[in-house]
């Protein structure tokens, strides 16, 4: 399937004014495919993502499992359900990996985290024919047209977004990544038309979430002059650090900084 064409530079009205969900429904497993040790691509089926809002690259779906053995309960517009219903079910947030206007069909990539957690054990186990629940959708990423270059980071959680984000961008945009995963075996080709120079972060068998690898890669780096903008999808406490960084010592503005705590670590207290 061929992704949606989206450019670096197009502007586009704010996520925020969009209401959320516009879209939503049961989608069937169609394929599944091993990137990574720890990434799985799913190929997803629903004749309502035909009428999908998506704009921008790395939009994000929440996907629903049912309390188990009850059935699914799909949110109304401003994430409305009956008295009780959304506090026994399960839902999270994952990236538009691939998806083509008016297409039935959509990828989605899951960071398998063995039996920890709902979707991934679902993630994990995901054979043609199975069915989950969706609402969609929302914005992570807006094109910036002041923005001469542009920094992007993530963990093995935030790679699909900034993959998606990276095959989007304007050819010859100046572009930087870091990506931090295990070791070369979590590695994935990234394709951008832009001139994007890529950098793997290896932890080493440390444990996710554990080091300061990624913020310390950032604090390396040999930033472009000139207005720009920077992007991540992490663990919250290295988001947070990042953006601290690029705020402060890199003098960034609040509005072109864009670090999403996509997860949190069980000794991340404080995060934002």
């Given at each position: ?68 053995g009850s059935e699914l309960v ?99 945009f100046r572009a930087h990544a ?93 995060w934002e």
């Amino acid at each position: 399937m061929a992704s949606n064409t989206f450019t670096g530079t197009r502007p586009v009205a704010p996520a925020a004014r969009r209401p959320f969900p516009l879209v939503t429904g049961s989608a069937r497993v169609v394929a599944v495919r091993s990137l990574t040790p720890l990434l799985v691509r799913i190929t997803l089926v629903a004749e309502a993502f035909r009428g999908l809002p998506v704009e921008e690259p790395g939009e994000i779906i929440t996907l629903l499992w049912p309390e188990e053995g009850s059935e699914l309960v799909l949110p109304e517009e401003g994430w409305r359900f009956p008295p009780g219903v959304a506090e026994r079910q399960h839902a999270r947030n994952y990236t538009v990996r691939r998806w083509e206007a008016g297409s039935e069909e959509m990828d989605i990539d899951f960071v398998l985290h063995g039996d920890h957690g709902r979707a991934s054990r679902w993630a994990g186990a995901a054979e043609p024919g199975d069915a989950i629940g969706f609402a969609a959708s929302r914005m992570h990423w807006v094109s910036d047209v002041d923005a001469d270059w542009a920094l992007l980071v993530a963990d093995e959680t935030g790679l699909p977004a900034l993959a998606a984000i990276a095959e989007t961008l304007d050819p010859g945009f100046r572009a930087h990544a870091l990506v931090e995963v295990d070791d070369r075996d979590g590695e994935l080709r990234i394709d951008s038309p832009a001139d994007l120079e890529v950098g793997w972060v290896h932890r080493r068998g440390a444990p996710p979430g554990t080091t300061s690898l990624l913020a310390d890669a950032v604090r390396l780096l040999d930033l472009p002059s000139g207005p720009g903008r920077a992007w991540g999808g992490g663990e919250a406490l290295a988001m947070r650090d990042i953006r601290r960084h690029l705020r402060g010592e890199r003098g960034m503005s609040s509005a072109s900084t864009h670090l999403l705590g996509y997860w949190k670590h069980e000794k991340t207290d404080d995060w934002e």
